[in-house]
């Protein structure tokens, strides 16, 4: 059963679509982020679900219920806001009631409800304590409860991490997904930060430009990007350019200009000889210093053009020859415990399965912000 659809969604500001003709369904229970650059569309989008703003077409359902044109406060939708929107002269007790009170709920019923919110967040010991005198993890887990107490059909949460620094961020992460997991509800989650969305997500919308351009899994869109602004936008990528020199065992041959290499015909059907494409395979799938190309596997040689040490590995970045616009780079990923990183210059053959190799038609592809 879904518990949001949205239909042919659109929204202008002037003759600018921000939301261009969006459909989307989400089922209940599910956690779904909205992942993209800053202005695709995402904190509009969410403010159209919450009544906020309003569409200029389309519709918007929750569970059985066209909430269209219902106003914010009777759509019965929980949000929490990036600045969680606390207010400071009240305790963390009456902040969770102001929205039970603004109801109408019985004086009874909210003692119990905010006892039942404290409960879910595990800050049953701070009711009376002042928001100003809470840390901001502590914070972001109050404007949860205060958006889980009057137990909407829907949560909507607006980068409610971003102001945390990575250490508690990283923490929060997992405690707010299976918060919101233990309370059964449907949340939908508006971030930028491809990591963030990676670790909490069920599925992920990855959006571009007001439309969504790829809405499957983490493991899907990380594994098979299904065009090249989510490839560059989830996760690092090495990427080539090349030509389609002829098809053979169910996989195009693409001539890079670095060497040949073989991609699934099943990632690109379409394809015809001299096609434009661009190949891409994730940075962790390459291997360095490989003597030959063996069977089922890609083989090109490039030199280092520079090494980046990052703790448990190390990228490595090589030096692509370009076509007019110069050389590129492209980013190999190595543990760092395997000895002392490449010299730059030094020309290395990089190693990857053919099976692990992504190819797309050659067009205009966005830079990820």
């Given at each position: 059963?879904?518990?949001?659809?949205?239909?042919?969604?659109?929204?202008?500001?002037?003759?600018?679509?921000?939301?261009?003709?969006l459909?989307?369904?989400?089922?209940?229970?599910?956690?779904?982020?909205?992942l993209?650059?800053?202005?695709?569309?995402?904190?509009?989008?969410?403010?159209?679900?919450?009544?906020?703003?309003?569409?200029?077409?389309g519709r918007v359902?929750?569970?059985?219920?066209?909430?269209?044109?219902?106003?914010?406060?009777?759509r019965?939708?929980?949000?929490?806001f990036?600045?969680?929107?606390?207010?400071p002269?009240?305790?963390?007790?009456?902040?969770?009631?102001?929205?039970?009170r603004?109801?109408?709920?019985?004086?009874?019923?909210?003692?119990?409800?905010?006892?039942?919110?404290?409960?879910?967040?595990?800050?049953?010991?701070l009711g009376?304590?002042?928001?100003s005198?809470?840390?901001?993890?502590?914070?972001?887990?109050v404007?949860?409860?205060?958006?889980?107490?009057?137990?909407?059909?829907?949560?909507?949460?607006?980068?409610?991490?971003?102001?945390?620094?990575?250490?508690?961020?990283?923490?929060?992460?997992i405690?707010?997904?299976?918060?919101?997991?233990?309370?059964?509800?449907?949340?939908?989650?508006?971030?930028?930060?491809?990591?963030e969305?990676?670790?909490?997500s069920d599925?992920?919308?990855v959006m571009n430009?007001?439309?969504?351009?790829?809405?499957?899994?983490?493991?899907?869109?990380?594994?098979?990007?299904?065009?090249?602004?989510?490839?560059?936008?989830?996760?690092?990528?090495?990427?080539?350019?090349?030509?389609?020199a002829?098809?053979?065992?169910?996989?195009?041959?693409?001539?890079?200009?670095s060497?040949?290499?073989?991609?699934?015909?099943a990632?690109?059907?379409?394809?015809?000889?001299?096609?434009?494409?661009?190949?891409g395979?994730?940075?962790?799938?390459?291997?360095?210093?490989?003597?030959?190309?063996?069977?089922?596997?890609?083989?090109?040689?490039?030199a280092?053009?520079?090494?980046?040490?990052?703790?448990?590995?190390?990228?490595v970045?090589?030096?692509?020859?370009?076509?007019?616009a110069?050389?590129?780079?492209?980013?190999?990923?190595?543990?760092?415990?395997?000895?002392?990183?490449?010299?730059?210059?030094?020309?290395?053959?990089?190693?990857?399965?053919?099976?692990?190799?992504?190819?797309?038609?050659?067009?205009?592809?966005?830079a990820?912000?």
């Open positions: 059963m879904s518990s949001l659809q949205l239909h042919g969604i659109v929204k202008r500001y002037g003759s600018q679509p921000v939301v261009d003709g459909d989307m369904a989400i089922a209940a229970g599910e956690f779904v982020s909205l993209g650059p800053s202005g695709c569309g995402k904190t509009t989008l969410l403010r159209i679900i919450a009544g906020l703003a309003p569409c200029d077409a359902v929750v569970g059985d219920t066209d909430v269209t044109a219902l106003a914010a406060h009777r019965n939708i929980g949000v929490v990036q600045s969680y929107a606390l207010f002269h009240l305790t963390v007790g009456e902040n969770i009631a102001f929205g039970l603004a109801r109408g709920t019985p004086r009874g019923e909210v003692a119990a409800g905010v006892k039942a919110a404290l409960a879910s967040v595990q800050l049953q010991a009376d304590r002042p928001i005198a809470l840390s901001g993890g502590q914070q972001q887990r404007a949860v409860a205060r958006a889980l107490a009057t137990r909407p059909r829907l949560v909507l949460l607006d980068e409610p991490l971003s102001a945390l620094d990575r250490k508690l961020r990283e923490t929060m992460q405690e707010l997904r299976q918060m919101l997991r233990d309370a059964g509800m449907t949340a939908i989650f508006v971030t930028h930060d491809q990591d969305a990676l670790v909490m599925r992920i919308a430009r007001g439309r969504i351009e790829q809405f499957d899994t983490p493991e899907a869109i990380y594994a098979r990007p299904g065009t090249p602004f989510a490839l560059n936008f989830v996760g690092l990528s090495a990427q080539l350019r090349g030509t389609v002829g098809a053979e065992d169910g996989c195009w041959l693409v001539d890079t200009g060497g040949t290499v073989r991609a699934p015909m990632c690109a059907p379409g394809l015809a000889p001299g096609a434009a494409v661009l190949v395979v994730r940075p962790e799938m390459i291997a360095l210093g490989a003597p030959a190309t063996a069977q089922g596997r890609n083989r090109v040689v490039l280092v053009a520079e090494t980046v040490y990052r703790g448990a590995n190390r990228l970045y090589f030096d692509v020859p370009g076509s007019g110069g050389p590129g780079r492209l980013p190999v990923e190595m543990p760092a415990h395997l000895g002392a990183a490449p010299r730059t210059g030094e020309r290395l053959a990089l190693d990857w399965a053919v099976e692990d190799t992504l190819i797309y038609a050659a067009g205009t592809t966005p990820a912000a």
